[in-house]
């Protein structure tokens, strides 16, 4: 049944295509409609502006209208799989679990200082039916986005939010824009011959995942929540046939855009060109502002920035040993933060060969080959972008993709010369940072925890090749012929940082190398406990990593900074979530 826009924003409901009674999100108000937000009171001088957090949903507001109302609508709004064109985004109601769902997991910081609820929230009904895409906030109509992309080098063309609802807009009380998106939440007319559903094992691994990013410093989606139902989910995980059953889950994710890659080349291809310019400009617009949008560069500076801003991700995504496993174009954000997590993986020996997913027989997307992943689909959005440059911005563009690969190689050098605590400047640093990378590869020394020890061993110990046995990762190094030769290489440079002490470095060390970070034997162990109902580790996991430079107790007692199980180098990773 086709819902007219208006009067399905009244509705405040999602339900299979035309099953069931429209449902208030509040049972007990009737319709519920989001109350002008209060006026804070005006604080004292000297006092702080009070926090004030909802613990009720009626009263909190959420709109696609920003969305909705600058596009032209997929005219279609039936739910059925097609080709659509001459829009950005098919209006579509989530489908709800059959089954019983419970809440596994939420993030207390992005709940109370993202979306200014409080987390007694999650306590609620409303919270449960919200997050699990079965009632809608008033006001807000859920939309699937219309993308194409570039999967594995060739032009894959209409992809979309096969699985994904965009569920509104929040504006927080500090004046950010997050758009929110529930992924696993049924078909769109954008499922291709997917069941719109995502299992319980991927969900975990992205809640988790987005979260230790945020906290690792790398831009990043955030994630809300993550249910699970009973629902069945049939996944052939590794494509031999063995089709297993799981159950369908739910994260709450948000990001300041999903736009992507993939959302501009669409357009492009299917030759909607003032469509294209439309929403090129509504993203600057939104998300550029320091860009005019009466300069005739406009486009030319809004790439400019998408190229050394997809740099500087590619280069942190390299400082903590992160593959995201499909860089896809559809895969890469236009705002240049970490999206779409799927068979991601840390390194943990120093391997530039790491190859996270398994489905990725070539190596495509293997973590030594990101930055020339992001170079390909810089190339994918230069040309999407071509038909709206003239003949001299077209080659401004194409110089300006020419220094991508310096601004990476600029950017990975910064961060990996605060990673070994250099100040200052000197001219064998590249060098320094490259001998180090080459030991470890040799010797497949821990990238994460060589670093990290690398921050905590003193000096003193270093001079003396002192290595004590908690330093594993260190010792595996230390086993290379030129190992001294390095360290005696790396104190010599250390000597010249300026106004620097032995504890300072070690300080300022140990607040960039992380010494947790989400090991897929870790985030494994979560998945198979959490498949039997004991979400104790995704907690712990996720407690853990909001801190991942401190050194915790708890973490220790599971071994998270230990060298990895035997069993973690037979763990796989596919695509298919
Ligand atoms: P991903 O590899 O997760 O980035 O997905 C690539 C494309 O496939 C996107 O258009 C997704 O929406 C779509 N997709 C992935 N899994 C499913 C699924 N189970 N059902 C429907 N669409 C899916
Ligand atoms: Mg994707």
Known sequence: MWWPPLLAACLAWAGEAGAGQPEPLCS???LCRAPARPNASVPQPGQCPPQRREADMCAWPLSSDSLRDPFPIDVIQENFVRNVRNCIFSVVYPIPFKSRVRLVAVSKEVLENILDLDVSVTGTSDFLQFVSGRKMIFGSVPLAHRYGGHQFGSWAGQLGDGRAHLIGVYTSRNGERWELQLKGSGKTPYSRDGDGRAVLRSSVREFLCSEAMHYLGIPTSRAASLVVSDDDVWRDQFYNGNIKRERGAIVLRLAKSWFRI??????????????????????????????????????????????????????????????????????????????????FGFMESYDPNFIPNTSDDEGRYKIGNQANAGLFNLNKLLQALKPL??????????????????????RFTELFKTKLGLLGENEDDSSLIAFLLKLMEDT???????????????????????????????????????????????????????????????????TVNPRYILRNWMAESAVQKANLNDFSEVHLLQQILQHPFQRQQAAEKEGYSLRPPAWAKDLKVSCLS
């Open 28 to 30: 007990s108000r009737g």
């Open 262 to 343: 993939g959302s501009l080349e669409i357009l492009a291809h299917s030759g909607e060109l003032d469509l294209q310019r439309k929403l090129l400009d509504f993203i600057i617009q939104e998300h550029f502002p320091s860009i005019a949008l009466n300069d005739s560069n406009k486009y030319l500076e809004f790439f400019s920035r998408v190229v050394s801003e997809t740099a500087n991700l590619i280069a942190l995504w390299m400082s903590v040993g992160f593959a995201h496993g499909v860089c896809n174009t559809d895969n890469f954000s236009l705002l240049s933060i970490t999206i779409d997590y799927g068979p």
């Open 389 to 410: 440059l003239d003949p001299r911005q077209k080659q401004l563009a194409s110089q300006i993709l020419e220094g991508y690969r310096e601004i990476y190689y600029i």
């Open 444 to 510: 497949k020394a821990d990238f994460t925890m060589t670093f990290r020890q690398l921050s905590e061993i003193t000096e003193d110990q270093l001079k003396r090749l002192h290595i004590p046995e908690e330093f594993w990762a260190l010792q595996d190094l230390g086993k290379h012929e030129l190992f001294s030769e390095w360290v005696t290489m790396y104190l010599l440079r250390l000597n010249h940082n300026k106004g620097d002490c032995d504890s300072k470095r070690r300080k300022r060390m140990t």
